[in-house]
């Protein structure tokens, strides 16, 4: 449970990083969020992989959470666009992190071959 709360403040924290930059066009003292935030997400996904917590899978749920919260929240703040093609795009992101994630449960065949032989 401690892993899952770290990954979202990993995620918190890049997409209000996000979000700040596109706010600094207008007001460069977001830079400071924005600064501030990435620094945040790379200490917390960094305490992930210390953990042992999987780069693919970890990175694959910040990167595309990430993509989809940036995306709606900067059409909610931003007044940005939200098409159609932005919502499949998103799907994809999430469908592919989905089969990373399973793909990531199997065992490999050396791993089986370990197991079979330390059961004899």
Known sequence: MKKWAILGAAIVAEVAAALALRAAIDDPGWAVLTVTGYIGAFVALSTLLR???????VYGIWAAAGVALTAVLGTVLFDEPFTLLIGIGIAVVIAGVVLVETG????RPQESLERAEVAR
Not at 51 to 57: D, L, M, R, Y
Not at 104 to 107: C, D, F, I, K, V
């Open 104 to 107: 990531s449960h199997h065992e």
């Open 51 to 57: 953990a042992g917590a999987p780069i693919g899978v």
